[in-house]
């Protein structure tokens, strides 16, 4: 297992939110779940330029935060489900205000970030 070089500090809340929610791809897997997407297959389709390794990796960061909950049917083909758990579906208001500010500012930021 990879050990991080510099300690995490986690004496305040935002770096302890930052810690579970660091990720290229963390936060778009919480809200497909939230919306209703629960299948690993579903996830990779609807977020095509993430690996699926990068994907899972991330699935299994989340649920060991206990943000995510696995849930694995067992039937042939082994069918597996993620949905959020109520530490999880706290961090869904954080999101859409963080999104209405990127909605809000994004003339601006499309210039300085010249997208």
Known sequence: M??????????????????VINGKWKINLIWCIYSGIKRPGELQRKIPKASRRVLDTQLK??????????????????????ELTSLGETLIPAIQFTAKWGDDHRGELEKLLKL
């Open 2 to 19: 990879y050990n991080k070089k510099i300690p995490v500090s986690l004496d305040c809340g935002l770096h302890l939110f930052m810690e």
């Open 61 to 82: 960061q989340l649920c060991d935060h206990g943000i995510l909950l696995k849930v694995t049917y067992e039937e042939l083909p082994l069918k597996v489900e993620y």
